[in-house]
């Protein structure tokens, strides 16, 4: 678990030192007690040898002992379901933007 934000990372090794997860990318979109972050992955495929898709994941953290612990996650499992978000949610704003 990290100890601060900047320290959160997908970036995964399994037992044997094989990388099985590596983060492209990573924006904080909130920082504080509960964080959350969106993240650009990719998985090792199951040859061993190639990287799977990009995915995203967007992801709550909360501090607790002083170490964020991961809380929930979604992961956008193709780049087509993460724009169909984006228009959706495009659309929505439009519609109720100045309704608070």
Partial sequence: MA???DAITLDW???HG???VRQLRKEVLSRG???TI?????ELARDGETWGPVKFRLARYQKRGGRF?????????????ARQVIVA???WLEEFDGEE
Avoid: C, H
């Fill in 89 to 91: 949610l495009g659309q």
């Fill in 38 to 42: 969106v993240f650009a992955f990719q």
């Fill in 13 to 15: 090794w399994d037992e």
């Fill in 18 to 20: 094989v990388q099985r």
């Fill in 3 to 5: 100890e601060t934000i």
């Fill in 69 to 81: 612990l991961p809380q929930s996650k979604f992961t956008f499992s193709s780049s087509k379901q």
């Fill in 33 to 35: 007690a509960w964080t």
